[in-house]
Structure formats: structure tokens, C-alpha cells
């Protein structure tokens, strides 16, 4: 069964950081690519970034371009998201899934997790 557990949110104050994490099993880890998603209250959820888990190629979102940064660890199974100069507006659950490619689609991830809290206090 796939699973895809999300952690590393919390409460950060603008301008700082916070590193999540996923950590991913009951699947070939190489094959597929893991994206970040966010959602904030009141809006739809978005695309953030993703990462194709057999070359390290990775996407941005233009929002975080050069705030955030992306990263696979194959041998543990687990996908980071580093989350510098932080800003209100990245306030949002994040959830990690799986997809056989990287889309900016929903509907092409076909696996979850159940999302972590990252709240940016100005």
C-alpha cells in the first residue's frame, strides 16, 4: 500500500525556516516523481514544487523560486522541502503525493498524504 507521511511544519516567523519532509513507502521510490501541494484556508490547493525521485530534476512554482528548495534522499525513501525567507502567504497545510511525472494537475498524483501545517506569523 502506498504511503506518504508528511512532517517538519510548525509555527515560523517571517523571513525564517522550516524543512518538511516525506517519507514515502509501498512503492518503487525511483519511479516516480513526489511533488508538494499546499492549501490555504479559503482557496483551492496549489502546486509548490516537485522532483523526479531517478534524476534529481526538479520545479518551481514561481512563488517560491529561490526561496525554496526541493530534495530526494533515494536510499531512505524521502522527499524534503526547504522552506526559506518565509512569508505570510506561504501559511497552508502542505501534503506530499506521487505522480509518474511531474504535473502542475491534481488529478495526475494519484497518492496523498494527509498534509502538515506550516503558519507564518508576521
Known amino acids: 500500500e502506498v504511503q506518504l507521511v508528511e512532517s517538519g511544519g510548525g509555527l515560523v516567523q517571517a523571513g525564517g525556516s522550516l524543512r518538511l519532509s516525506c517519507a514515502a513507502s509501498g512503492f518503487t521510490f525511483d519511479n516516480y516523481a513526489i511533488g508538494w501541494f499546499r492549501q490555504a484556508p479559503g482557496k483551492e490547493r496549489e502546486p509548490v514544487s516537485c522532483?523526479?525521485?531517478?534524476?534529481?530534476?526538479?520545479y518551481y512554482v514561481n512563488s517560491v523560486k529561490g526561496r525554496f528548495t526541493i530534495s530526494s534522499d533515494n536510499a531512505k525513501n524521502m522527499v524534503y522541502l526547504q522552506m526559506n525567507s518565509l512569508k505570510p502567504e506561504d501559511t497552508a497545510i502542505y501534503y506530499c503525493a506521487k505522480a509518474y511525472v511531474c504535473s502542475a494537475l491534481n488529478s495526475d498524483f494519484g497518492s496523498w498524504g494527509q498534509g502538515t501545517q506550516v503558519t507564518v506569523s508576521s
Open positions: 522532483i523526479i525521485n531517478i534524476d534529481g530534476s526538479t
